[in-house]
T-cell receptor, first 113, second 113 residues
Framework: DVKVTQSSRYLVKRTGEKVFLECVQD?????MFWYRQDPGLGLRLIYF???????EKGDIPEGYSVSREKKERFSLILESASTSQTSMYLC????????????FGPGTRLLVL | GQQLNQSPQSMFIQEGEDVSMNCTSS?????WLWYKQDPGEGPVLLIA?????ELTSNGRLTAQFGITRKDSFLNISASIPSDVGIYFC?????????????FGTGTRLQVTL
């Protein structure tokens, strides 16, 4: 069964802290994505990666960075967390050769105080 | 970044009623997908549509890929309480070698007994 896991379901951080959100998939997928979800705005793409050490900016990359050192792991980094980054963060992965469907992790709800 | 126009934003219906929601875009997409998100979880794929004009069913769910490739709709027949959640449409496009999804803003469905 397809599986995407995220390191934390809930996180509380203070303004200015460095925050790491981890995502791991066990499907050997090439492509991985980070989204944030906010009420009324749907899912917005932050960054994606189509191979190890490769990354591309999505629609809202400001204030975020990513790391893909291994195929199965894609990390989202908030260098200096701000209250505007309080949100639900969702990781997803997809195989480049298959049907164009993405599998999502359960999400990390981040609160920045 | 581009977003899809999804309507309605929310729906309150009675158990047993049929539900209809749709998505429109100014751009053409190669694939249309419909996801459902339960509270506190990541989105789960319901239906994938790959060809313009395609009509696909999954149990009580039916979705269609518009002829112009710029729209899609999802119908749920005879709704039940477990249909509660947020429904997202998404369209896929290529970004280099990766598939990229653009999401609608979501339709929140509430079902009353």
């Amino acid at each position: 069964d397809v599986k995407v896991t995220q390191s934390s379901r809930y996180l509380v951080k203070r303004t200015g802290e460095k925050v790491f959100l981890e995502c791991v998939q066990d499907m050997d997928h090439e492509n991985m994505f980070w989204y944030r979800q906010d009420p009324g705005l749907g899912l917005r793409l932050i960054y994606f990666s189509y191979d190890v050490k490769m990354k591309e900016k999505g629609d809202i990359p400001e204030g975020y960075s990513v790391s893909r050192e291994k195929k199965e792991r894609f990390s989202l980094i908030l260098e200096s967390a701000s209250t505007s980054q309080t949100s639900m963060y969702l990781c997803a992965s997809i195989s480049s050769g298959g049907a164009e469907t993405q599998y999502f992790g359960p999400g990390t709800r981040l609160l920045v105080l | 970044g581009q977003q899809l126009n999804q309507s309605p934003q929310s729906m309150f219906i009675q158990e047993g009623e049929d539900v209809s929601m749709n998505c429109t875009s100014s751009s053409i997409f190669n694939t249309w997908l419909w996801y459902k998100q339960d509270p506190g979880e990541g989105p789960v794929l319901l239906i994938a549509l790959y060809k313009a004009g395609e009509l696909t069913s999954n149990g009580r769910l039916t979705a269609q890929f518009g002829i112009t490739r710029k729209d899609s709709f999802l119908n749920i027949s005879a709704s039940i309480p477990s249909d509660v959640g947020i429904y997202f449409c998404a369209g896929t496009s290529r970004a280099g070698t990766a598939s990229k999804l653009t999401f609608g803003t979501g339709t929140r469905l509430q079902v009353t007994l």
